[in-house]
Each structure stands twice: as structure tokens, then as C-alpha cells.
């Protein structure tokens, strides 16, 4: 069998959807011999932004001269983006050898497709000897599979609505659940809004919120990104990051506390931070004599933080490519664009079975000249139709994931994506 065959299989377990618990991934976790025991971890949790820090934190700690394992979901083009060892892809015969590994025991136990994926990172950390493994949360936290692992530091981006079916509709439920993330007399950054800061501090851990504790002020922004002063205790420092908008350098800024508190020196924290990669969030791309914004807001808080972005990038109005899934709340992040929008071309994401149908999103743009396509290479046909220096395509990472490919000329994936 090749990975595509492994692959397939595991792709294959997504239609089994999300079932909350940590039994499983521990019974797999300790079947594998409990790779994660062999390095330290952090959890970086959170509504929005919880990719952006990872990352963030990840070069911080590769600076400092730590081996370093990002972990991260979904991702875009790549199976193997999941799964970063100092800032690189894990050759694939090496990530087909360690599922080869997984997948009996997963069987065995009934893992789920985010557990087996989160064993699978795991194994495949220890196996490359790193230091730390950063962990992005997946759903929640308390009984997110990340959440098997014993977290030296943690961190909690913001909370917002998201996933209410499963984490409870409003933002001192999900709050709560997030919170499990944390760990008693250990460590913890967030950036959470003060009124639910009482929910994390119950936990117990010693945390860190953001405007309390520490500060983060945006000195400049722009296309290039911001320099940021975050004011942590004792030890103020003014770093830059390319992460675009203010939202992006708030994400710097925990990132900046949590290796902080993980003893990473002043020096590295900032080359780090200007160092950071993340594709397909406020990505700039050139596309067919343009510029073309990859953005993944998903979510109402998400849209709101992209739009505020682009005011603050002097971007009055743009065409926008837009696909999003069916079980979001569509019309809030609809709102939050429309005022951004000078037309916008709707599309969805081919290979994922929870896009919505782009016809029934025309509704959510009212006064906006709306163009209705029904795969993302046809909504690129629409755009470079259009005469504009500058576009963004946003709704969902699974549309940035076929989008993107096709913008850089690579060849993209083709399975089925749910998760």
C-alpha cells in the first residue's frame, strides 16, 4: 500500500463525524507507547486565531534553538502540512510509515479522523526527536483529542460563537469548554475579553490574559504587517510580524507572552515573530496581474476581523470570491462583508461535502452584484474578468485549499474533506 491508499482509508473516517471524548486517543496514544511522553507540548486553543500564534510561537521556539513539531488542522493543499518539523513537510514515505503504524490500532480502538490524525502527530514528533511540540486545538478543548496531552503552557486565543451545537451557545458555555485546555499551577496566555476570564481562571492554571497582565500595543501597520510593543512583566520588547491586521498582531503578541514564559530570549521571540509563515490567512498572493487576499474567515468574529483589516489597509471596497459551509453562520459573516464588497462571485469548495450551495447564499448580499459559480476555477474565471488590482477570496479553508493550488499553478488535493 502507498500513503494514498492510507490515506484514503483515513480520509474515509471523517463520515464517521466528530465524537467528543479523550477514552479512545488515550487507548491509542498508549498502544503507540505514548510517543508524547518523549517531548514537551503547548496547547493553543481558541474561536479564532489559534493557527496564527501556533505558528507564531513555533518560529519563536526554532529561533531559540529548539527542535520544534507544529502541529495544525485543517490543512489546505497537503495532508503533510499537518505535521511540521521546524518549519518543514515530513518526507511521505516517513508519514506513510508511521500510518502504516496507527492505523491497526486505530481500528482497534475506534479512533476517530482527528484522533487518529492527532496519535499520528504525535508518533510522528517523537519519532523526529523534537524538543516541544506546538498543538493546535482542534474543537473546544476539554474533550478535544489535542487535550490527551499533557501541556507544559497553554493558550486561549479569544472565545467567540462557533460550533455551538457542540460546545454550547453562548460564550461562557464555550468558554468553559476551552478551558479545559488548562492545566492547575501551570502556565497559561490568553486573550480572551476580561467578563470571561473568571471561566479560565477557575481552572486553577497560572494565567496570563492580555490587558492585564501584559499589554500589546500596535505601533504601525500595513501591507508588509505591524510592529507591535507587547509589555510583558519586567521586559518590554517591540517586535514586527508580516501577519497582516490588528487581529494578526494580536496574535504575535501571545505568542510573544507564551515564549516569554517558556524562557525563549528577547532576541529570538522577535526574529521569530518576523519570521512567521502562515499561507492562507490575509495571504497576499500575485495572480494574472493582481493582488489576490487568501483569507479563511469562517466564522462571524472571523469576517469582522477581515473587514476591520482591510479598513485598516485603506481597502474602501474589493471583489470578493466567496464559499463557506452550509453548517455556519453564513449570514453574520456574510454582514460583516457586505460593506467591504464591491461585487462579490459565490462559489464552493468541490471537494467538501458540507459547502453550501452558492445560489442560496445570493440572498446574504443585498445591494451587492453578485455572480454565481459553482466551482472555485470558475469563480477565478469570473474574477480575472474583473477590472481590479486587488481581490480576496474568503468563507472557508477548504475553498482557500482548492483556490490556492490554482492561483500558485501546483496541483492540489482531491479527496473528500470534512474535517
Known sequence: MTLDDHLSWLFAQQRFGVRPGLDRVRALLSQLGKPQDTFSVVLIGGTNGKGS?????????????????????????????????????????????????????????????????????????????????????????????????????????????DHTEILGNTREAIATEKAGILRPGRPAVTGVDMTLLPALLERG???????????????AGGWDGSDVTVSVPRQPLTLHTPLLGEHGARNAALAAAAAFRLGVSPEAIRQGAAQTVWPGRLEVVAWRGRQVLLDGAHNPAGAHALAD??????????????????????????????????????????????????????????????????????????????????ALVCGSLYVIGEVRPLVLDEAGETRERWQ
Open 205 to 219: 492554571a497560572d494565567v496570563w490574559a492580555l490587558g492585564w497582565h501584559f499589554g500589546a500595543q500596535v505601533l
Open 309 to 390: 483589516a482591510l479598513r485598516g489597509l485603506g481597502v474602501t471596497q474589493l471583489p470578493i470570491v466567496f464559499g463557506a459551509a452550509g453548517d455556519k453562520d453564513v449570514g453574520r459573516v456574510a454582514a460583516a462583508l457586505v460593506p467591504v464588497a464591491s461585487q462579490v462571485i459565490l462559489t464552493r469548495a468541490v471537494f467538501s461535502p458540507r459547502a453550501a450551495d452558492p445560489a442560496s447564499l445570493a440572498p446574504l448580499f443585498p445591494g451587492v452584484p453578485v455572480t454565481v459559480t459553482g466551482t472555485p476555477s470558475h469563480a477565478l474565471e469570473a474574477l480575472a474578468a474583473l477590472d481590479s488590482p486587488l
Open 53 to 161: 500564534t501556533a505558528a507564531t510561537l513555533a518560529s519563536m521556539l526554532r529561533v531559540d534553538g529548539r527542535r520544534v513539531g507544529l502541529f495544525t488542522s485543517p490543512h489546505l493543499t497537503r495532508f503533510t502540512e499537518r505535521f511540521l518539523v521546524d518549519g518543514a513537510e515530513l518526507p511521505e514515505e516517513v508519514v506513510e510509515a508511521a500510518l502504516m503504524r496507527v492505523r491497526p490500532l486505530a481500528e482497534e480502538t475506534g479512533a476517530t479522523f482527528f484522533e487518529i490524525v492527532t496519535a499520528l502527530g504525535a508518533l510522528l514528533f517523537a519519532q523526529a526527536g523534537v524538543d516541544v511540540a506546538v498543538m493546535e486545538v482542534g474543537l473546544g478543548g476539554r474533550l478535544d483529542a489535542t487535550n490527551a496531552l499533557e501541556p507544559v503552557l497553554s493558550v486561549i486565543t479569544n472565545v467567540d460563537l
